[in-house]
């Protein structure tokens, strides 16, 4: 796969701002190259937040809540099975027990027994529990025959989600999603987690209006469940506008100051990273898929246990047997991923044309019948990279289904594609959801090659062949005299950097001084700016061991990012390179 390398640019929309006059130059340029025009777009304090006032049906969710509360009836949760539904169903089960309710659960469906979302046969489960009202987070907005279902057995319903509505809404008593039509709340990356905060902050200013707070029962702060939406708004990978650069900031404070839940304090523990310096990436590549590991592995309902616990030495406990799922996803991911690489590597043999070998399909579907489900979604992320194609990775479900997990590259938007195939091929796929870079879908199996076949020409017809070289987008060249302890500190601080408002990255060419492999997968080394003389650390994950390390090589291009070395107290600056292009 070729890379192509560009430069950020800042556009005339942004050329004239209002940005601080102080604001170092380098961070400056940043900015203006992500959007960011004005001082008010950096705030990052808790009045910065956007009102839920402009939430579609959010008072009537209020309400809902505050009537079930006060009466004393019975809630139940019905979550996701990712980390966004994780942190949403913990901060659901906290927030409503701190406000006074009489009996507050969780239920978060199995994926390899359910699936996703609130299905009738999901009611049938809850419906062990008596309860009274079902509050939905992070699902929900397409459970048309689950709402139904519990309306039937005289349950209420609050669907909390944010994902994409289709034509039809189910007919709950209420609903609370941004991307619902008609909802005009501006914000429309906010996470599951983020939007039952929002319906929580309603709720409990409702309890407040009804005289609910009076001794000895307290109004609780809010702000202190702050650190659940920034880990659940990060795993999501939702764009960080400012509102949620706002909710991981604010979370993040409440971690580094030990003010945490018990559980992610744990999380950071058994993953290595100071809580006192924690940042967004350690979030998302660290303490997420740990929690995520429950839910591909085995039951989320482990990962929100950890969540809510209070006790540390609990929190510990659980947070070790994750740890102890995520290194046994990674060995299932890693199997599976060298059977997709070799499939990929027929494919391209059998579709090779009068010396032609890159046939590859334009849309790539891969399925095995013995790979695990809850990885099929890391699956086709990492074939998506390798690839940079649209990726549909496959595995057994119920009887005679097959469940798929799709990730999409810029320009094709999958859950849009899915719907095209859809309504071309009615009754082809049975069902599927998702967003514009990621969805799901279930299949009968012995449909699957007429879908990859259609999923193949979908992307042929909204493609062109130029999109499926990869670019790497990059803030320029580094100066030597920021090529620094200081500036890695620095950009460590200007985020909290994520999807849409992503972490600089700069490029540059360096004499590779020493390289070496670690893990038999990592290849660490030792350069030198082309023009400089200190030699700097830099290390790049997932090398090609076939291919590095090579002592003929003397000069590379890299694409890298600054990032902070500790080691025995001792603080320097490493490059973290995201690619490696040998010169000489």
């Known amino acids: 796969m070729s890379v192509t390398i560009t430069r950020r640019a800042i556009s005339d929309e942004t050329s004239s701002h209002s940005l601080a006059g102080n604001l170092p130059s380098l961070l400056k340029r940043i900015y203006l190259s992500r959007g960011v025009s004005d001082d008010k777009e950096l705030q990052r304090s808790l009045k910065n937040l956007e009102s839920w006032q402009s939430l579609k049906g959010i008072s009537e969710a209020a309400a809902l809540m505050a009537d079930a509360v006060i009466s004393g009836q019975r809630i139940l949760i019905v979550g996701d099975f990712d980390a966004d539904g994780a942190t949403s169903s913990a901060l659901g089960t906290l927030a409503l027990r701190a406000m006074g309710a009489a009996w507050v659960d969780f239920l978060v469906p199995n994926r390899f027994e359910y699936g996703y979302g609130l299905s009738p046969d999901i009611v049938e489960v809850?419906?062990?529990?008596?309860?009274d009202l079902l509050v939905t987070v992070d699902n929900g907005i397409s459970s048309i025959e689950g709402v139904k279902a519990a309306k039937e057995a005289g349950i209420k319903v609050l669907i909390t989600d944010h994902h994409l509505a289709g034509e039809v809404l189910p007919e709950a008593d209420a609903i609370v999603n941004p991307n619902q039509p008609g909802c005009e709340f501006p914000c429309k990356s906010t996470a599951g987690v983020g939007v039952i905060f929002y319906v929580l902050c309603a709720l409990r200013t409702e309890l407040?209006?009804?005289?609910?707070?009076?001794?000895?029962?307290?109004?609780?702060?809010?702000a202190s469940f702050l650190d659940l939406v920034a880990l659940g708004t990060v795993a999501d990978v939702v764009g960080l506008d400012s509102n949620n650069r706002i909710f991981v900031h604010q979370g993040i404070g409440r971690i580094r100051a030990g003010k945490a839940r018990p559980g992610i304090l744990a999380l950071a523990e058994v993953?290595?990273?100071?809580?006192?310096?924690?940042?967004?990436?350690?979030?998302?590549?660290?303490?997420?898929?740990?929690?995520?590991?429950?839910?591909?592995?085995?039951?989320?309902?482990l990962g929100i246990e950890l969540l809510i616990t209070e006790d540390p030495n609990h929190a510990r406990h659980?947070?070790?047997?994750?740890?102890?799922?995520?290194?046994e996803r990674r060995d299932i991911e890693d199997s599976m991923k060298e059977e997709a690489l070799r499939d990929l590597a027929r494919l391209k043999l059998d579709n090779t044309v009068d010396g032609n070998t890159n046939a590859l399909p334009w849309g790539v579907c891969l399925f095995q019948d013995d790979w695990h489900q809850g990885v099929i979604g890391i699956l086709a992320s990492r074939v998506k990279e390798k690839m940079h194609r649209p990726v549909i990775a496959f595995a057994p479900g119920n009887e005679s289904e097959i469940k798929g997990s799709a990730r999409s590259i810029p320009g094709f938007h999958i859950r849009d594609a899915l719907e095209a195939i859809s309504t071309k091929f009615p009754g082809l796929i049975l069902k599927f959801g998702?967003?514009?870079?990621?969805?799901?879908?279930?299949?009968?199996?012995?449909d699957y090659q007429t879908f990859s076949d259609a999923?193949?020409?979908?992307?042929r017809r909204l493609l062109v062949k130029a999109q499926l070289e990869a670019s790497l987008m990059t803030d320029g060249e580094l100066s030597l005299t920021d090529l620094n302890l200081d500036t890695a500190e620095m950009l460590r601080e200007a985020g909290p950097w994520g999807q849409n408002f992503p972490e600089p990255v700069f490029d540059g060419v360096f004499d590779l001084q020493e390289q070496r492999l670690l893990g038999g997968k990592h290849l660490k080394m030792m350069v030198v700016p082309e023009q400089g003389s200190d030699w700097i650390d830099g290390i790049c994950f997932n090398v090609d061991s076939r291919?590095?390390?090579d002592t003929s090589v003397r000069k590379v291009r890299l694409v890298y990012r600054l990032d902070v070395n500790e080691f025995r107290g001792r603080r320097s600056v490493q490059l973290m390179i995201e690619h490696l292009e040998p010169l000489s």
């Open 547 to 549: 291919r590095w390390p």
């Open 208 to 222: 407040d209006r009804r005289g609910w707070f009076v001794p000895p029962r307290e109004k609780p702060n809010m």
């Open 455 to 459: 999923f193949d020409q979908e992307a």
């Open 126 to 131: 809850a419906k062990n529990s008596r309860p």
């Open 271 to 301: 993953s290595r990273r100071d809580p006192a310096r924690l940042a967004a990436p350690d979030l998302g590549f660290a303490l997420a898929p740990r929690l995520n590991a429950a839910g591909r592995l085995d039951d989320m309902s």
């Open 318 to 327: 659980l947070a070790s047997q994750l740890d102890g799922l995520n290194q």
């Open 434 to 446: 998702g967003h514009a870079m990621a969805a799901g879908l279930s299949l009968k199996e012995k």
